[in-house]
């Protein structure tokens, strides 16, 4: 009878000890680290379609559109070279065809590149520090994060057409698992 109770006793302290190693607990600042964590591995991002190669401006009428270009040609994302210049008969307005390249500066930014068209980041949305998380434990191994997105303009800017937030921030909801072997990670979005 003693060698039973002596026997349950080990068994119960292995059990306790090894019930300590799946610790699942989780608090805000972990959480917001979590997410961090998988913000850096996948940004959130807006894109919008660039266009470069050969293109031809107007120096009056497109003189909005080439400015966006000159910009970026000052800011070292992109090269521009004239290739051709008219003037056009009886008209004020000059024409210019351009050879506009992509610079090494411009990768970070570029997801996509075809011929005469990339997809670029136009907007780099960040965790917002400042901001509570708003945490929910939803059971022992998973729980929702709500979290503040700040939205940060890339120099890609200009040439997003959709420009119809009218908000600087955006408010994301991750759902968190909890993995035995890696701890608490970002199973999906909501």
């Known amino acids: 009878m003693k060698r039973a109770v002596i026997y349950l006793f080990i068994a119960m302290g292995f059990t306790f000890i090894s019930g300590c190693g799946t610790e699942t607990t989780i608090n805000d600042d972990e959480?917001?680290?979590?997410?961090?964590?998988?913000?850096?591995?996948?940004?959130?991002?807006?894109?919008?379609?660039?266009?470069?190669?050969?293109?031809k401006f107007r120096q009056n009428k497109d003189q909005e559109e080439l400015n966006k270009y000159k910009e970026l040609e000052e800011s070292g994302y992109i090269s521009m070279d004239v290739q051709e210049q008219?003037?056009?008969f009886l008209s004020k307005d000059s024409s210019f065809v351009y050879l506009i390249k992509l610079t090494e500066k411009?990768?970070?930014?570029?997801?996509?590149?075809?011929?005469?068209?990339?997809?670029?980041?136009?907007?780099?949305?960040?965790?917002?520090?400042?901001?509570?998380?708003n945490f929910v434990k939803t059971n022992d191994n998973?729980?929702?994060?709500?979290?503040?997105?700040?939205k940060a303009e890339t120099d890609f800017y200009p040439f997003d057409n959709?420009?119809?937030?009218?908000?600087?921030?955006?408010?994301?909801?991750y759902k968190l698992k909890h993995k035995k072997d890696e701890g608490w990670v970002v199973s999906g979005e909501k």
């Open 31 to 55: 959480a917001a680290s979590v997410i961090s964590n998988y913000l850096d591995e996948n940004p959130e991002y807006k894109t919008a379609s660039f266009n470069f190669g050969e293109m």
């Open 86 to 88: 008219k003037k056009v």
């Open 142 to 150: 998973s729980a929702k994060v709500t979290v503040t997105l700040v």
């Open 106 to 133: 411009s990768a970070p930014f570029v997801l996509e590149q075809g011929n005469d068209k990339a997809k670029v980041k136009t907007i780099i949305y960040e965790m917002d520090n400042d901001k509570p998380v």
């Open 162 to 173: 959709n420009k119809g937030s009218n908000s600087e921030f955006i408010t994301k909801t």
